[in-house]
């Protein structure tokens, strides 16, 4: 079946360093991707999103980029700030719409003064 | 615009007592509804969905159930809480299967 594999956390970075999370997935066809992020004791917010290949999404300074040759959709910021401690996860939706969106398990990030 | 509640925020319950989560939407008709548990260490995984009033579809085997009473109302159950049920539970909604799910802001559970 589809899954996500998200590199493993936590990420500790210092404020203005630069970020990659990575994220690669597999499915059949051409899934949609997705970023969501959760600040603490909040819920999921959508971070950005891609739906076919070679798509950029971009976001509040946050990046992917769909490789479909790779199947991955890495985060990356070029600056990070002390607000963007959160817990970041990738996922995917089937070819064709589903119901269902495909999680991984999340990668928490903490960013340092 | 459309918003996404859930309530309560927090809750601790002993083993074995019944549980009712509420998630509603604002703003929009016969969204797609989803219950997931995110729970310490882990991601997040579905436990149910519904396409309409009274239509579940359950992708994992539990203690817990779901009902959908009206269009933007989706309910998660209990009978009997286990340690296991405690985790984080986020309502989801969508227009339809092409398009973003919008999360609700949680409720965290504790089972002692």
């Known amino acids: 079946g589809d899954s996500v594999t998200q590199m493993e956390g936590p990420v500790t970075l210092s404020e203005e360093a630069f970020l990659t999370i990575n994220c690669t997935y597999t499915a059949t066809g051409y899934p949609s991707l997705f970023w969501y992020v959760q600040y603490p004791g909040e819920g999921l917010q959508l971070l950005l999103k891609a739906t076919k290949a070679d798509d950029k999404g971009s976001n509040k300074g946050f990046e992917a980029t769909y490789r479909k040759e790779t199947t991955s959709f890495h985060l990356e910021k070029g600056s990070v700030q002390v607000s963007d401690s959160a817990v970041y996860f990738c996922a995917l939706r089937s070819q064709g719409g589903s119901e269902k969106l495909v999680f991984g398990k999340g990668t928490k990030l903490t960013v340092n003064p | 615009s459309q918003t996404i509640h859930q309530w309560p925020a927090t809750l601790v319950q002993p083993v074995g007592s019944p549980l009712s989560l509420e998630c509603t939407v604002e703003g929009t008709s016969n969204p797609n509804l989803y219950w997931y548990r995110q729970a310490a260490g882990r991601g997040l995984q579905l436990l149910f969905y519904?396409?309409?009033?009274?239509?579940i579809s359950s992708e994992v085997p539990q203690n817990l159930s779901a009902s959908r009473p009206q269009d933007r109302q989706f309910i998660l159950s209990s009978k009997k809480l286990l340690l296991s049920d405690s985790g984080f539970y986020l309502c989801a909604w969508t227009r339809d299967t092409q398009e973003t799910q919008y999360f609700g802001p949680g409720t965290r559970l504790l089972v002692l």
């Open positions: 519904s396409v309409g009033i009274g239509q």
